[in-house]
C-alpha cells in the first residue's frame, strides 16, 4: 500500500516554463487537495476536488490548474512558472470531508523557478 | 487571510514533561478541528480529530481541547519524548469542505 505518492521530488524551472506534479493515492479516496508550504507561511491550500470530474479552488489558486479525471491521480499543473511560486507542494488525500477526514499527505515535491 | 493561526511559533519543553500546543481559529461555522505533526523532510501526519460538538478527545498520550466560546483548541502531549520533536498545525475543515491549516508551532524537546 503506498498511499500517497508525488513525483519529483525536486524540480527546478525556468521562469516561463511550464510543468505537471504529479499526486496518485491508491486507498480509494475522494477527496484529495493541493497545499504550497512555504517559511512562516504553514500550508496553504491550493486547489481541492471531493471525487472525479469535480475540483475546485482553495486559498491560492491563481497560476496553477488541477484536474481529476480519476479518482487515483490529482496532477497540478503551473501554466507558466514564476519564482513567486517556489516553494514546497504537498498532495493530499481523505476518505471525505465531514466524516473520517484522516488526511494522508504525500512527501512533497520541493519546486525552484529561477 | 487566515482564519486558523497558533499563539506561539516555537516552544521548549523539558524531556518527560506535558506540551502544551494552542490554536486560535476564527470560523465559527468550522465544525470539525484537526492535529497534524510535521516532521523534518515529510509530509504533515495526522495526530488527532475533534468534531464541534465535543469538548475534549484522548489518544495515545495526546488530549485535544476545544472551547468553542472562544475559539480555541490546544493539544496536549503527555510525557513529551524526542521523538515528539516536530511542527504541530492545527486545521479546520469550513463549511464548503476545505481544510485550511494554522502557520504551525515549532516543538523543541530539552533534554
Known amino acids: 500500500n503506498a498511499g500517497v505518492t508525488q513525483t519529483p521530488k525536486f524540480q527546478v524551472l525556468k521562469t516561463g516554463q511550464s510543468m505537471t506534479l504529479q499526486c496518485a493515492q491508491d486507498m480509494n479516496h475522494e477527496y484529495m487537495s493541493w497545499y504550497r508550504q512555504d517559511p512562516g507561511m504553514g500550508l496553504r491550500l491550493i486547489h481541492y476536488s471531493v471525487g472525479a470530474g469535480i475540483t475546485d479552488q482553495g486559498e491560492v489558486p491563481n497560476g496553477y490548474n488541477v484536474s481529476r479525471s480519476t479518482t487515483e491521480d490529482f496532477p497540478l499543473r503551473l501554466l507558466s512558472a514564476a519564482p513567486s511560486q517556489t516553494s514546497v507542494y504537498f498532495c493530499?488525500?481523505?476518505?471525505?470531508?465531514?466524516?473520517?477526514?484522516?488526511?494522508?499527505f504525500g512527501q512533497g515535491t520541493r519546486l525552484t523557478v529561477v | 487571510g487566515e482564519s486558523v493561526g497558533l499563539h506561539l511559533p516555537t516552544l521548549s519543553v523539558q524531556e518527560g514533561d506535558n506540551s502544551i500546543i494552542n490554536c486560535a481559529y476564527s470560523n465559527s461555522a468550522s465544525d470539525y478541528f484537526i492535529w497534524y505533526k510535521q516532521e523534518s523532510g515529510k509530509g504533515p501526519q495526522f495526530i488527532i480529530d475533534i468534531r464541534s460538538n465535543m469538548d475534549k478527545r484522548q489518544g495515545q498520550r495526546v488530549t485535544v481541547l476545544l472551547n468553542k466560546t472562544v475559539k480555541h483548541l490546544s493539544l496536549q502531549i503527555a510525557a513529551t519524548q524526542p521523538g515528539d520533536s516536530a511542527v504541530y498545525f492545527c486545521a479546520e475543515n469550513i463549511w464548503d469542505d476545505k481544510i485550511i491549516f494554522g502557520k504551525g508551532t515549532r516543538l523543541h524537546i530539552l533534554p
Open positions: 493530499a488525500s481523505s476518505y471525505a470531508t465531514g466524516g473520517n477526514t484522516e488526511a494522508f
